[in-house]
């Protein structure tokens, strides 16, 4: 059986946290591209070549689904995982690093092909035309506080500010606790930027997906510390298009996704990153 190697283009977007004022970011306009191509046409199973090229959208800074590591390469669950249902079912594809906001315009847009960027699955999403692949991962989402902090509960966050993630479960969470806990909510466009807000002390507690959270703390060295209590009770993680034309793509991806669970891959994947 021929190898076949999927494409993949991985624009990374690095943005600079300024550390100043009340969670403030800078983003650097440059980028880096990373190239790996195909060293073959890729074959459908009639033996007839497929020169078709899916663009994917990604966040920047997810981590452990998609971040820069220190060789400044891209990676992460996401990515690994994307790489290996494309060999798996032998489509290639370009990952384009673009954030959160603007890859959900582009797949909108039809300006990109399908979204991987820990998108939980969510009727809210469904209903606005999100068409999800099976769940790939489940993940709850926890209430982050600086280190050191005295909150240990929801209701010691009355009259407090928690910092959230624009358009995501863990800003759904915060905001269907805010009233019934008498705090108030600001939006970020970026993880980095939301967790320096707790640090600098801006916010009394950030709400984010427990094992990015998990992660960012571990190897991150951050200030931040997870309450015993505080979380969701979790959802799936899911592929996404928005165009039902797209429905081949979405077909490859829980085909492949289905067999890298049966083979051990998407083990192999997780514990590389989790364990």
Known sequence: MKKILALVLCTVLTGG???????????KDTAK??????????????????????IIATDTVFKPFE???EK?????????????????????YELQSLGWDA???AVQAGQADGLIAGATIKQERIDSGWIFSDGYYNASQTFVVGEGSDIKSFEDLKGKNVAVKNGTAGADFANSLKEQYGFTV????????MYQDVILGNSAACVEDSPIMKASIKEGGLKLMIPEGMES??????????????????????????N??????YDEIINKYLK
């Open 67 to 69: 971040y820069t590591n």
């Open 72 to 92: 400044n390469e891209f990676v992460g669950i996401d990515v690994d995982l994307l790489a290996a249902i494309a060999e798996d079912q032998g489509f290639k």
């Open 33 to 54: 591209e990373t190239t790996v191509k195909a060293d073959e046409t890729t074959k459908t199973s009639d033996g007839s070549a497929n020169d078709k090229i899916w």
């Open 233 to 258: 009770e979790g959802a799936p993680y899911g592929f996404a298009i928005m165009n039902k034309d797209k429905q081949e793509l979405l077909d490859k991806f829980n085909a492949g996704l289905a």
């Open 260 to 265: 890298i669970k049966a083979n051990g891959k």
């Open 17 to 27: 946290i300024l550390l100043t004022g009340c969670g403030s970011s800078e983003k």
């Open 186 to 193: 600001t939006v970020f466009d970026d993880s980095p930027t």
């Open 103 to 105: 890859s959900v315009a």
